[in-house]
């Protein structure tokens, strides 16, 4: 069995213990009492008894660390130490729909020795599945105890690429647009699937050969964008640099599509 930090095993026991209840939640949906949280954006009682159950673990284990939660908005804690970035549920609205496709994202963001913040632990757990895709900085990306490496297709006719699409009170539907239309021809073929937490995941482990969405939180994004990167992958922002998180765009891909998908890309927004 490969060996982890206890951090991991920490994230581990937070969104295992959490899961059951999602999984049950997600079996009586109809049920559910759901307010609106904006436009578009749903917030469930799964979510927040989600987030409960995490935090708990979470505090148990650290408790002076700060947070920053989905539901919750940010928790101080000490400035010196690290703090957690969590998404109890990311893919809410599959969920509400009653489709089995959602995650519990759980990162940890640190410091360097500059003080600029970085993302050195990530988790995305899928509850129904009992899928835990974990990596640390510099020591790889993993599915339970498998390695992980990106895809090793080179050629975008071979390519399946994932995408989150605007939506309602959500995006740029024109600027998506433009881009679909750049890349879909070259493609063989586009997916939305409705978890940008997994299809980074997924990203990670080969299931996709790549991924581009904008206007994510870094909550749905952080855990994805550390497991791609450890599992040799390359992440950018839309211009092609790493400010992924400051301007919420997102580009991932094994080293030669994410070159092609760039030129695609940004040749579209021109």
């Not at 708990?56 to 284990?61: D, G, I, N, V, Y």
């Not at 009653?98 to 995305?124: C, M, N, Q, R, Y």
């Not at 940008?196 to 870094?218: P, Q, T, Y």
Request: hydrophobic share 40%; net charge negative; aromatic share 8%.
């Amino acid at each position: 069995m490969v060996s982890h930090s206890g951090l991991i095993t920490v994230m581990q026991r937070a969104a295992r213990k959490a899961a059951p209840r999602l999984r049950r939640d997600f079996g009586e949906v109809e049920q559910l009492q759901v307010s609106m949280k904006g436009p578009g954006d749903f917030v469930s009682m799964a979510d927040k008894r989600a987030e409960q159950t995490i935090v708990e673990e979470l505090r148990s284990a650290r408790p002076d660390w700060g947070m920053l939660l989905e539901e919750g908005g940010v928790v101080e804690g000490d400035p010196n130490k690290p703090r957690w970035i969590v998404d109890p549920l990311d893919g809410t609205t599959n969920f509400l729909h009653g489709v089995p496709h959602f995650a519990i994202s759980i990162a940890v963001e640190d410091k360097k020795p500059d003080g600029t913040p970085e993302i050195s632990h990530g988790l995305v757990h899928q509850p129904l599945t009992d899928e835990s895709f974990w990596a640390e900085k510099g020591r790889g990306a993993w599915l339970q105890d498998r390695r992980l490496r990106v895809s090793g297709r080179r050629n975008l006719d071979e390519a399946m690429i994932g995408t989150g699409i605007p939506h309602f009170g959500r995006g740029n539907v024109a600027q998506w647009s433009r881009i679909f239309g750049a890349i879909a021809p070259e493609v063989a073929g586009i997916r939305r699937f409705g978890s940008a937490a997994l299809d980074l995941a997924w990203v990670a482990a080969g299931r996709m050969d790549g991924f581009w969405e904008e206007d994510l939180d870094i909550w749905d994004s952080a855990a994805g964008v550390l497991l791609v990167k450890e599992a040799g992958g390359y992440i950018s922002d839309y211009r092609g640099q790493t400010k992924m998180f400051e301007r919420r765009e997102y580009l991932a891909a094994n080293g030669d599509l994410h070159s092609k998908l760039h030129k695609l890309l940004a040749g579209s927004l021109r």
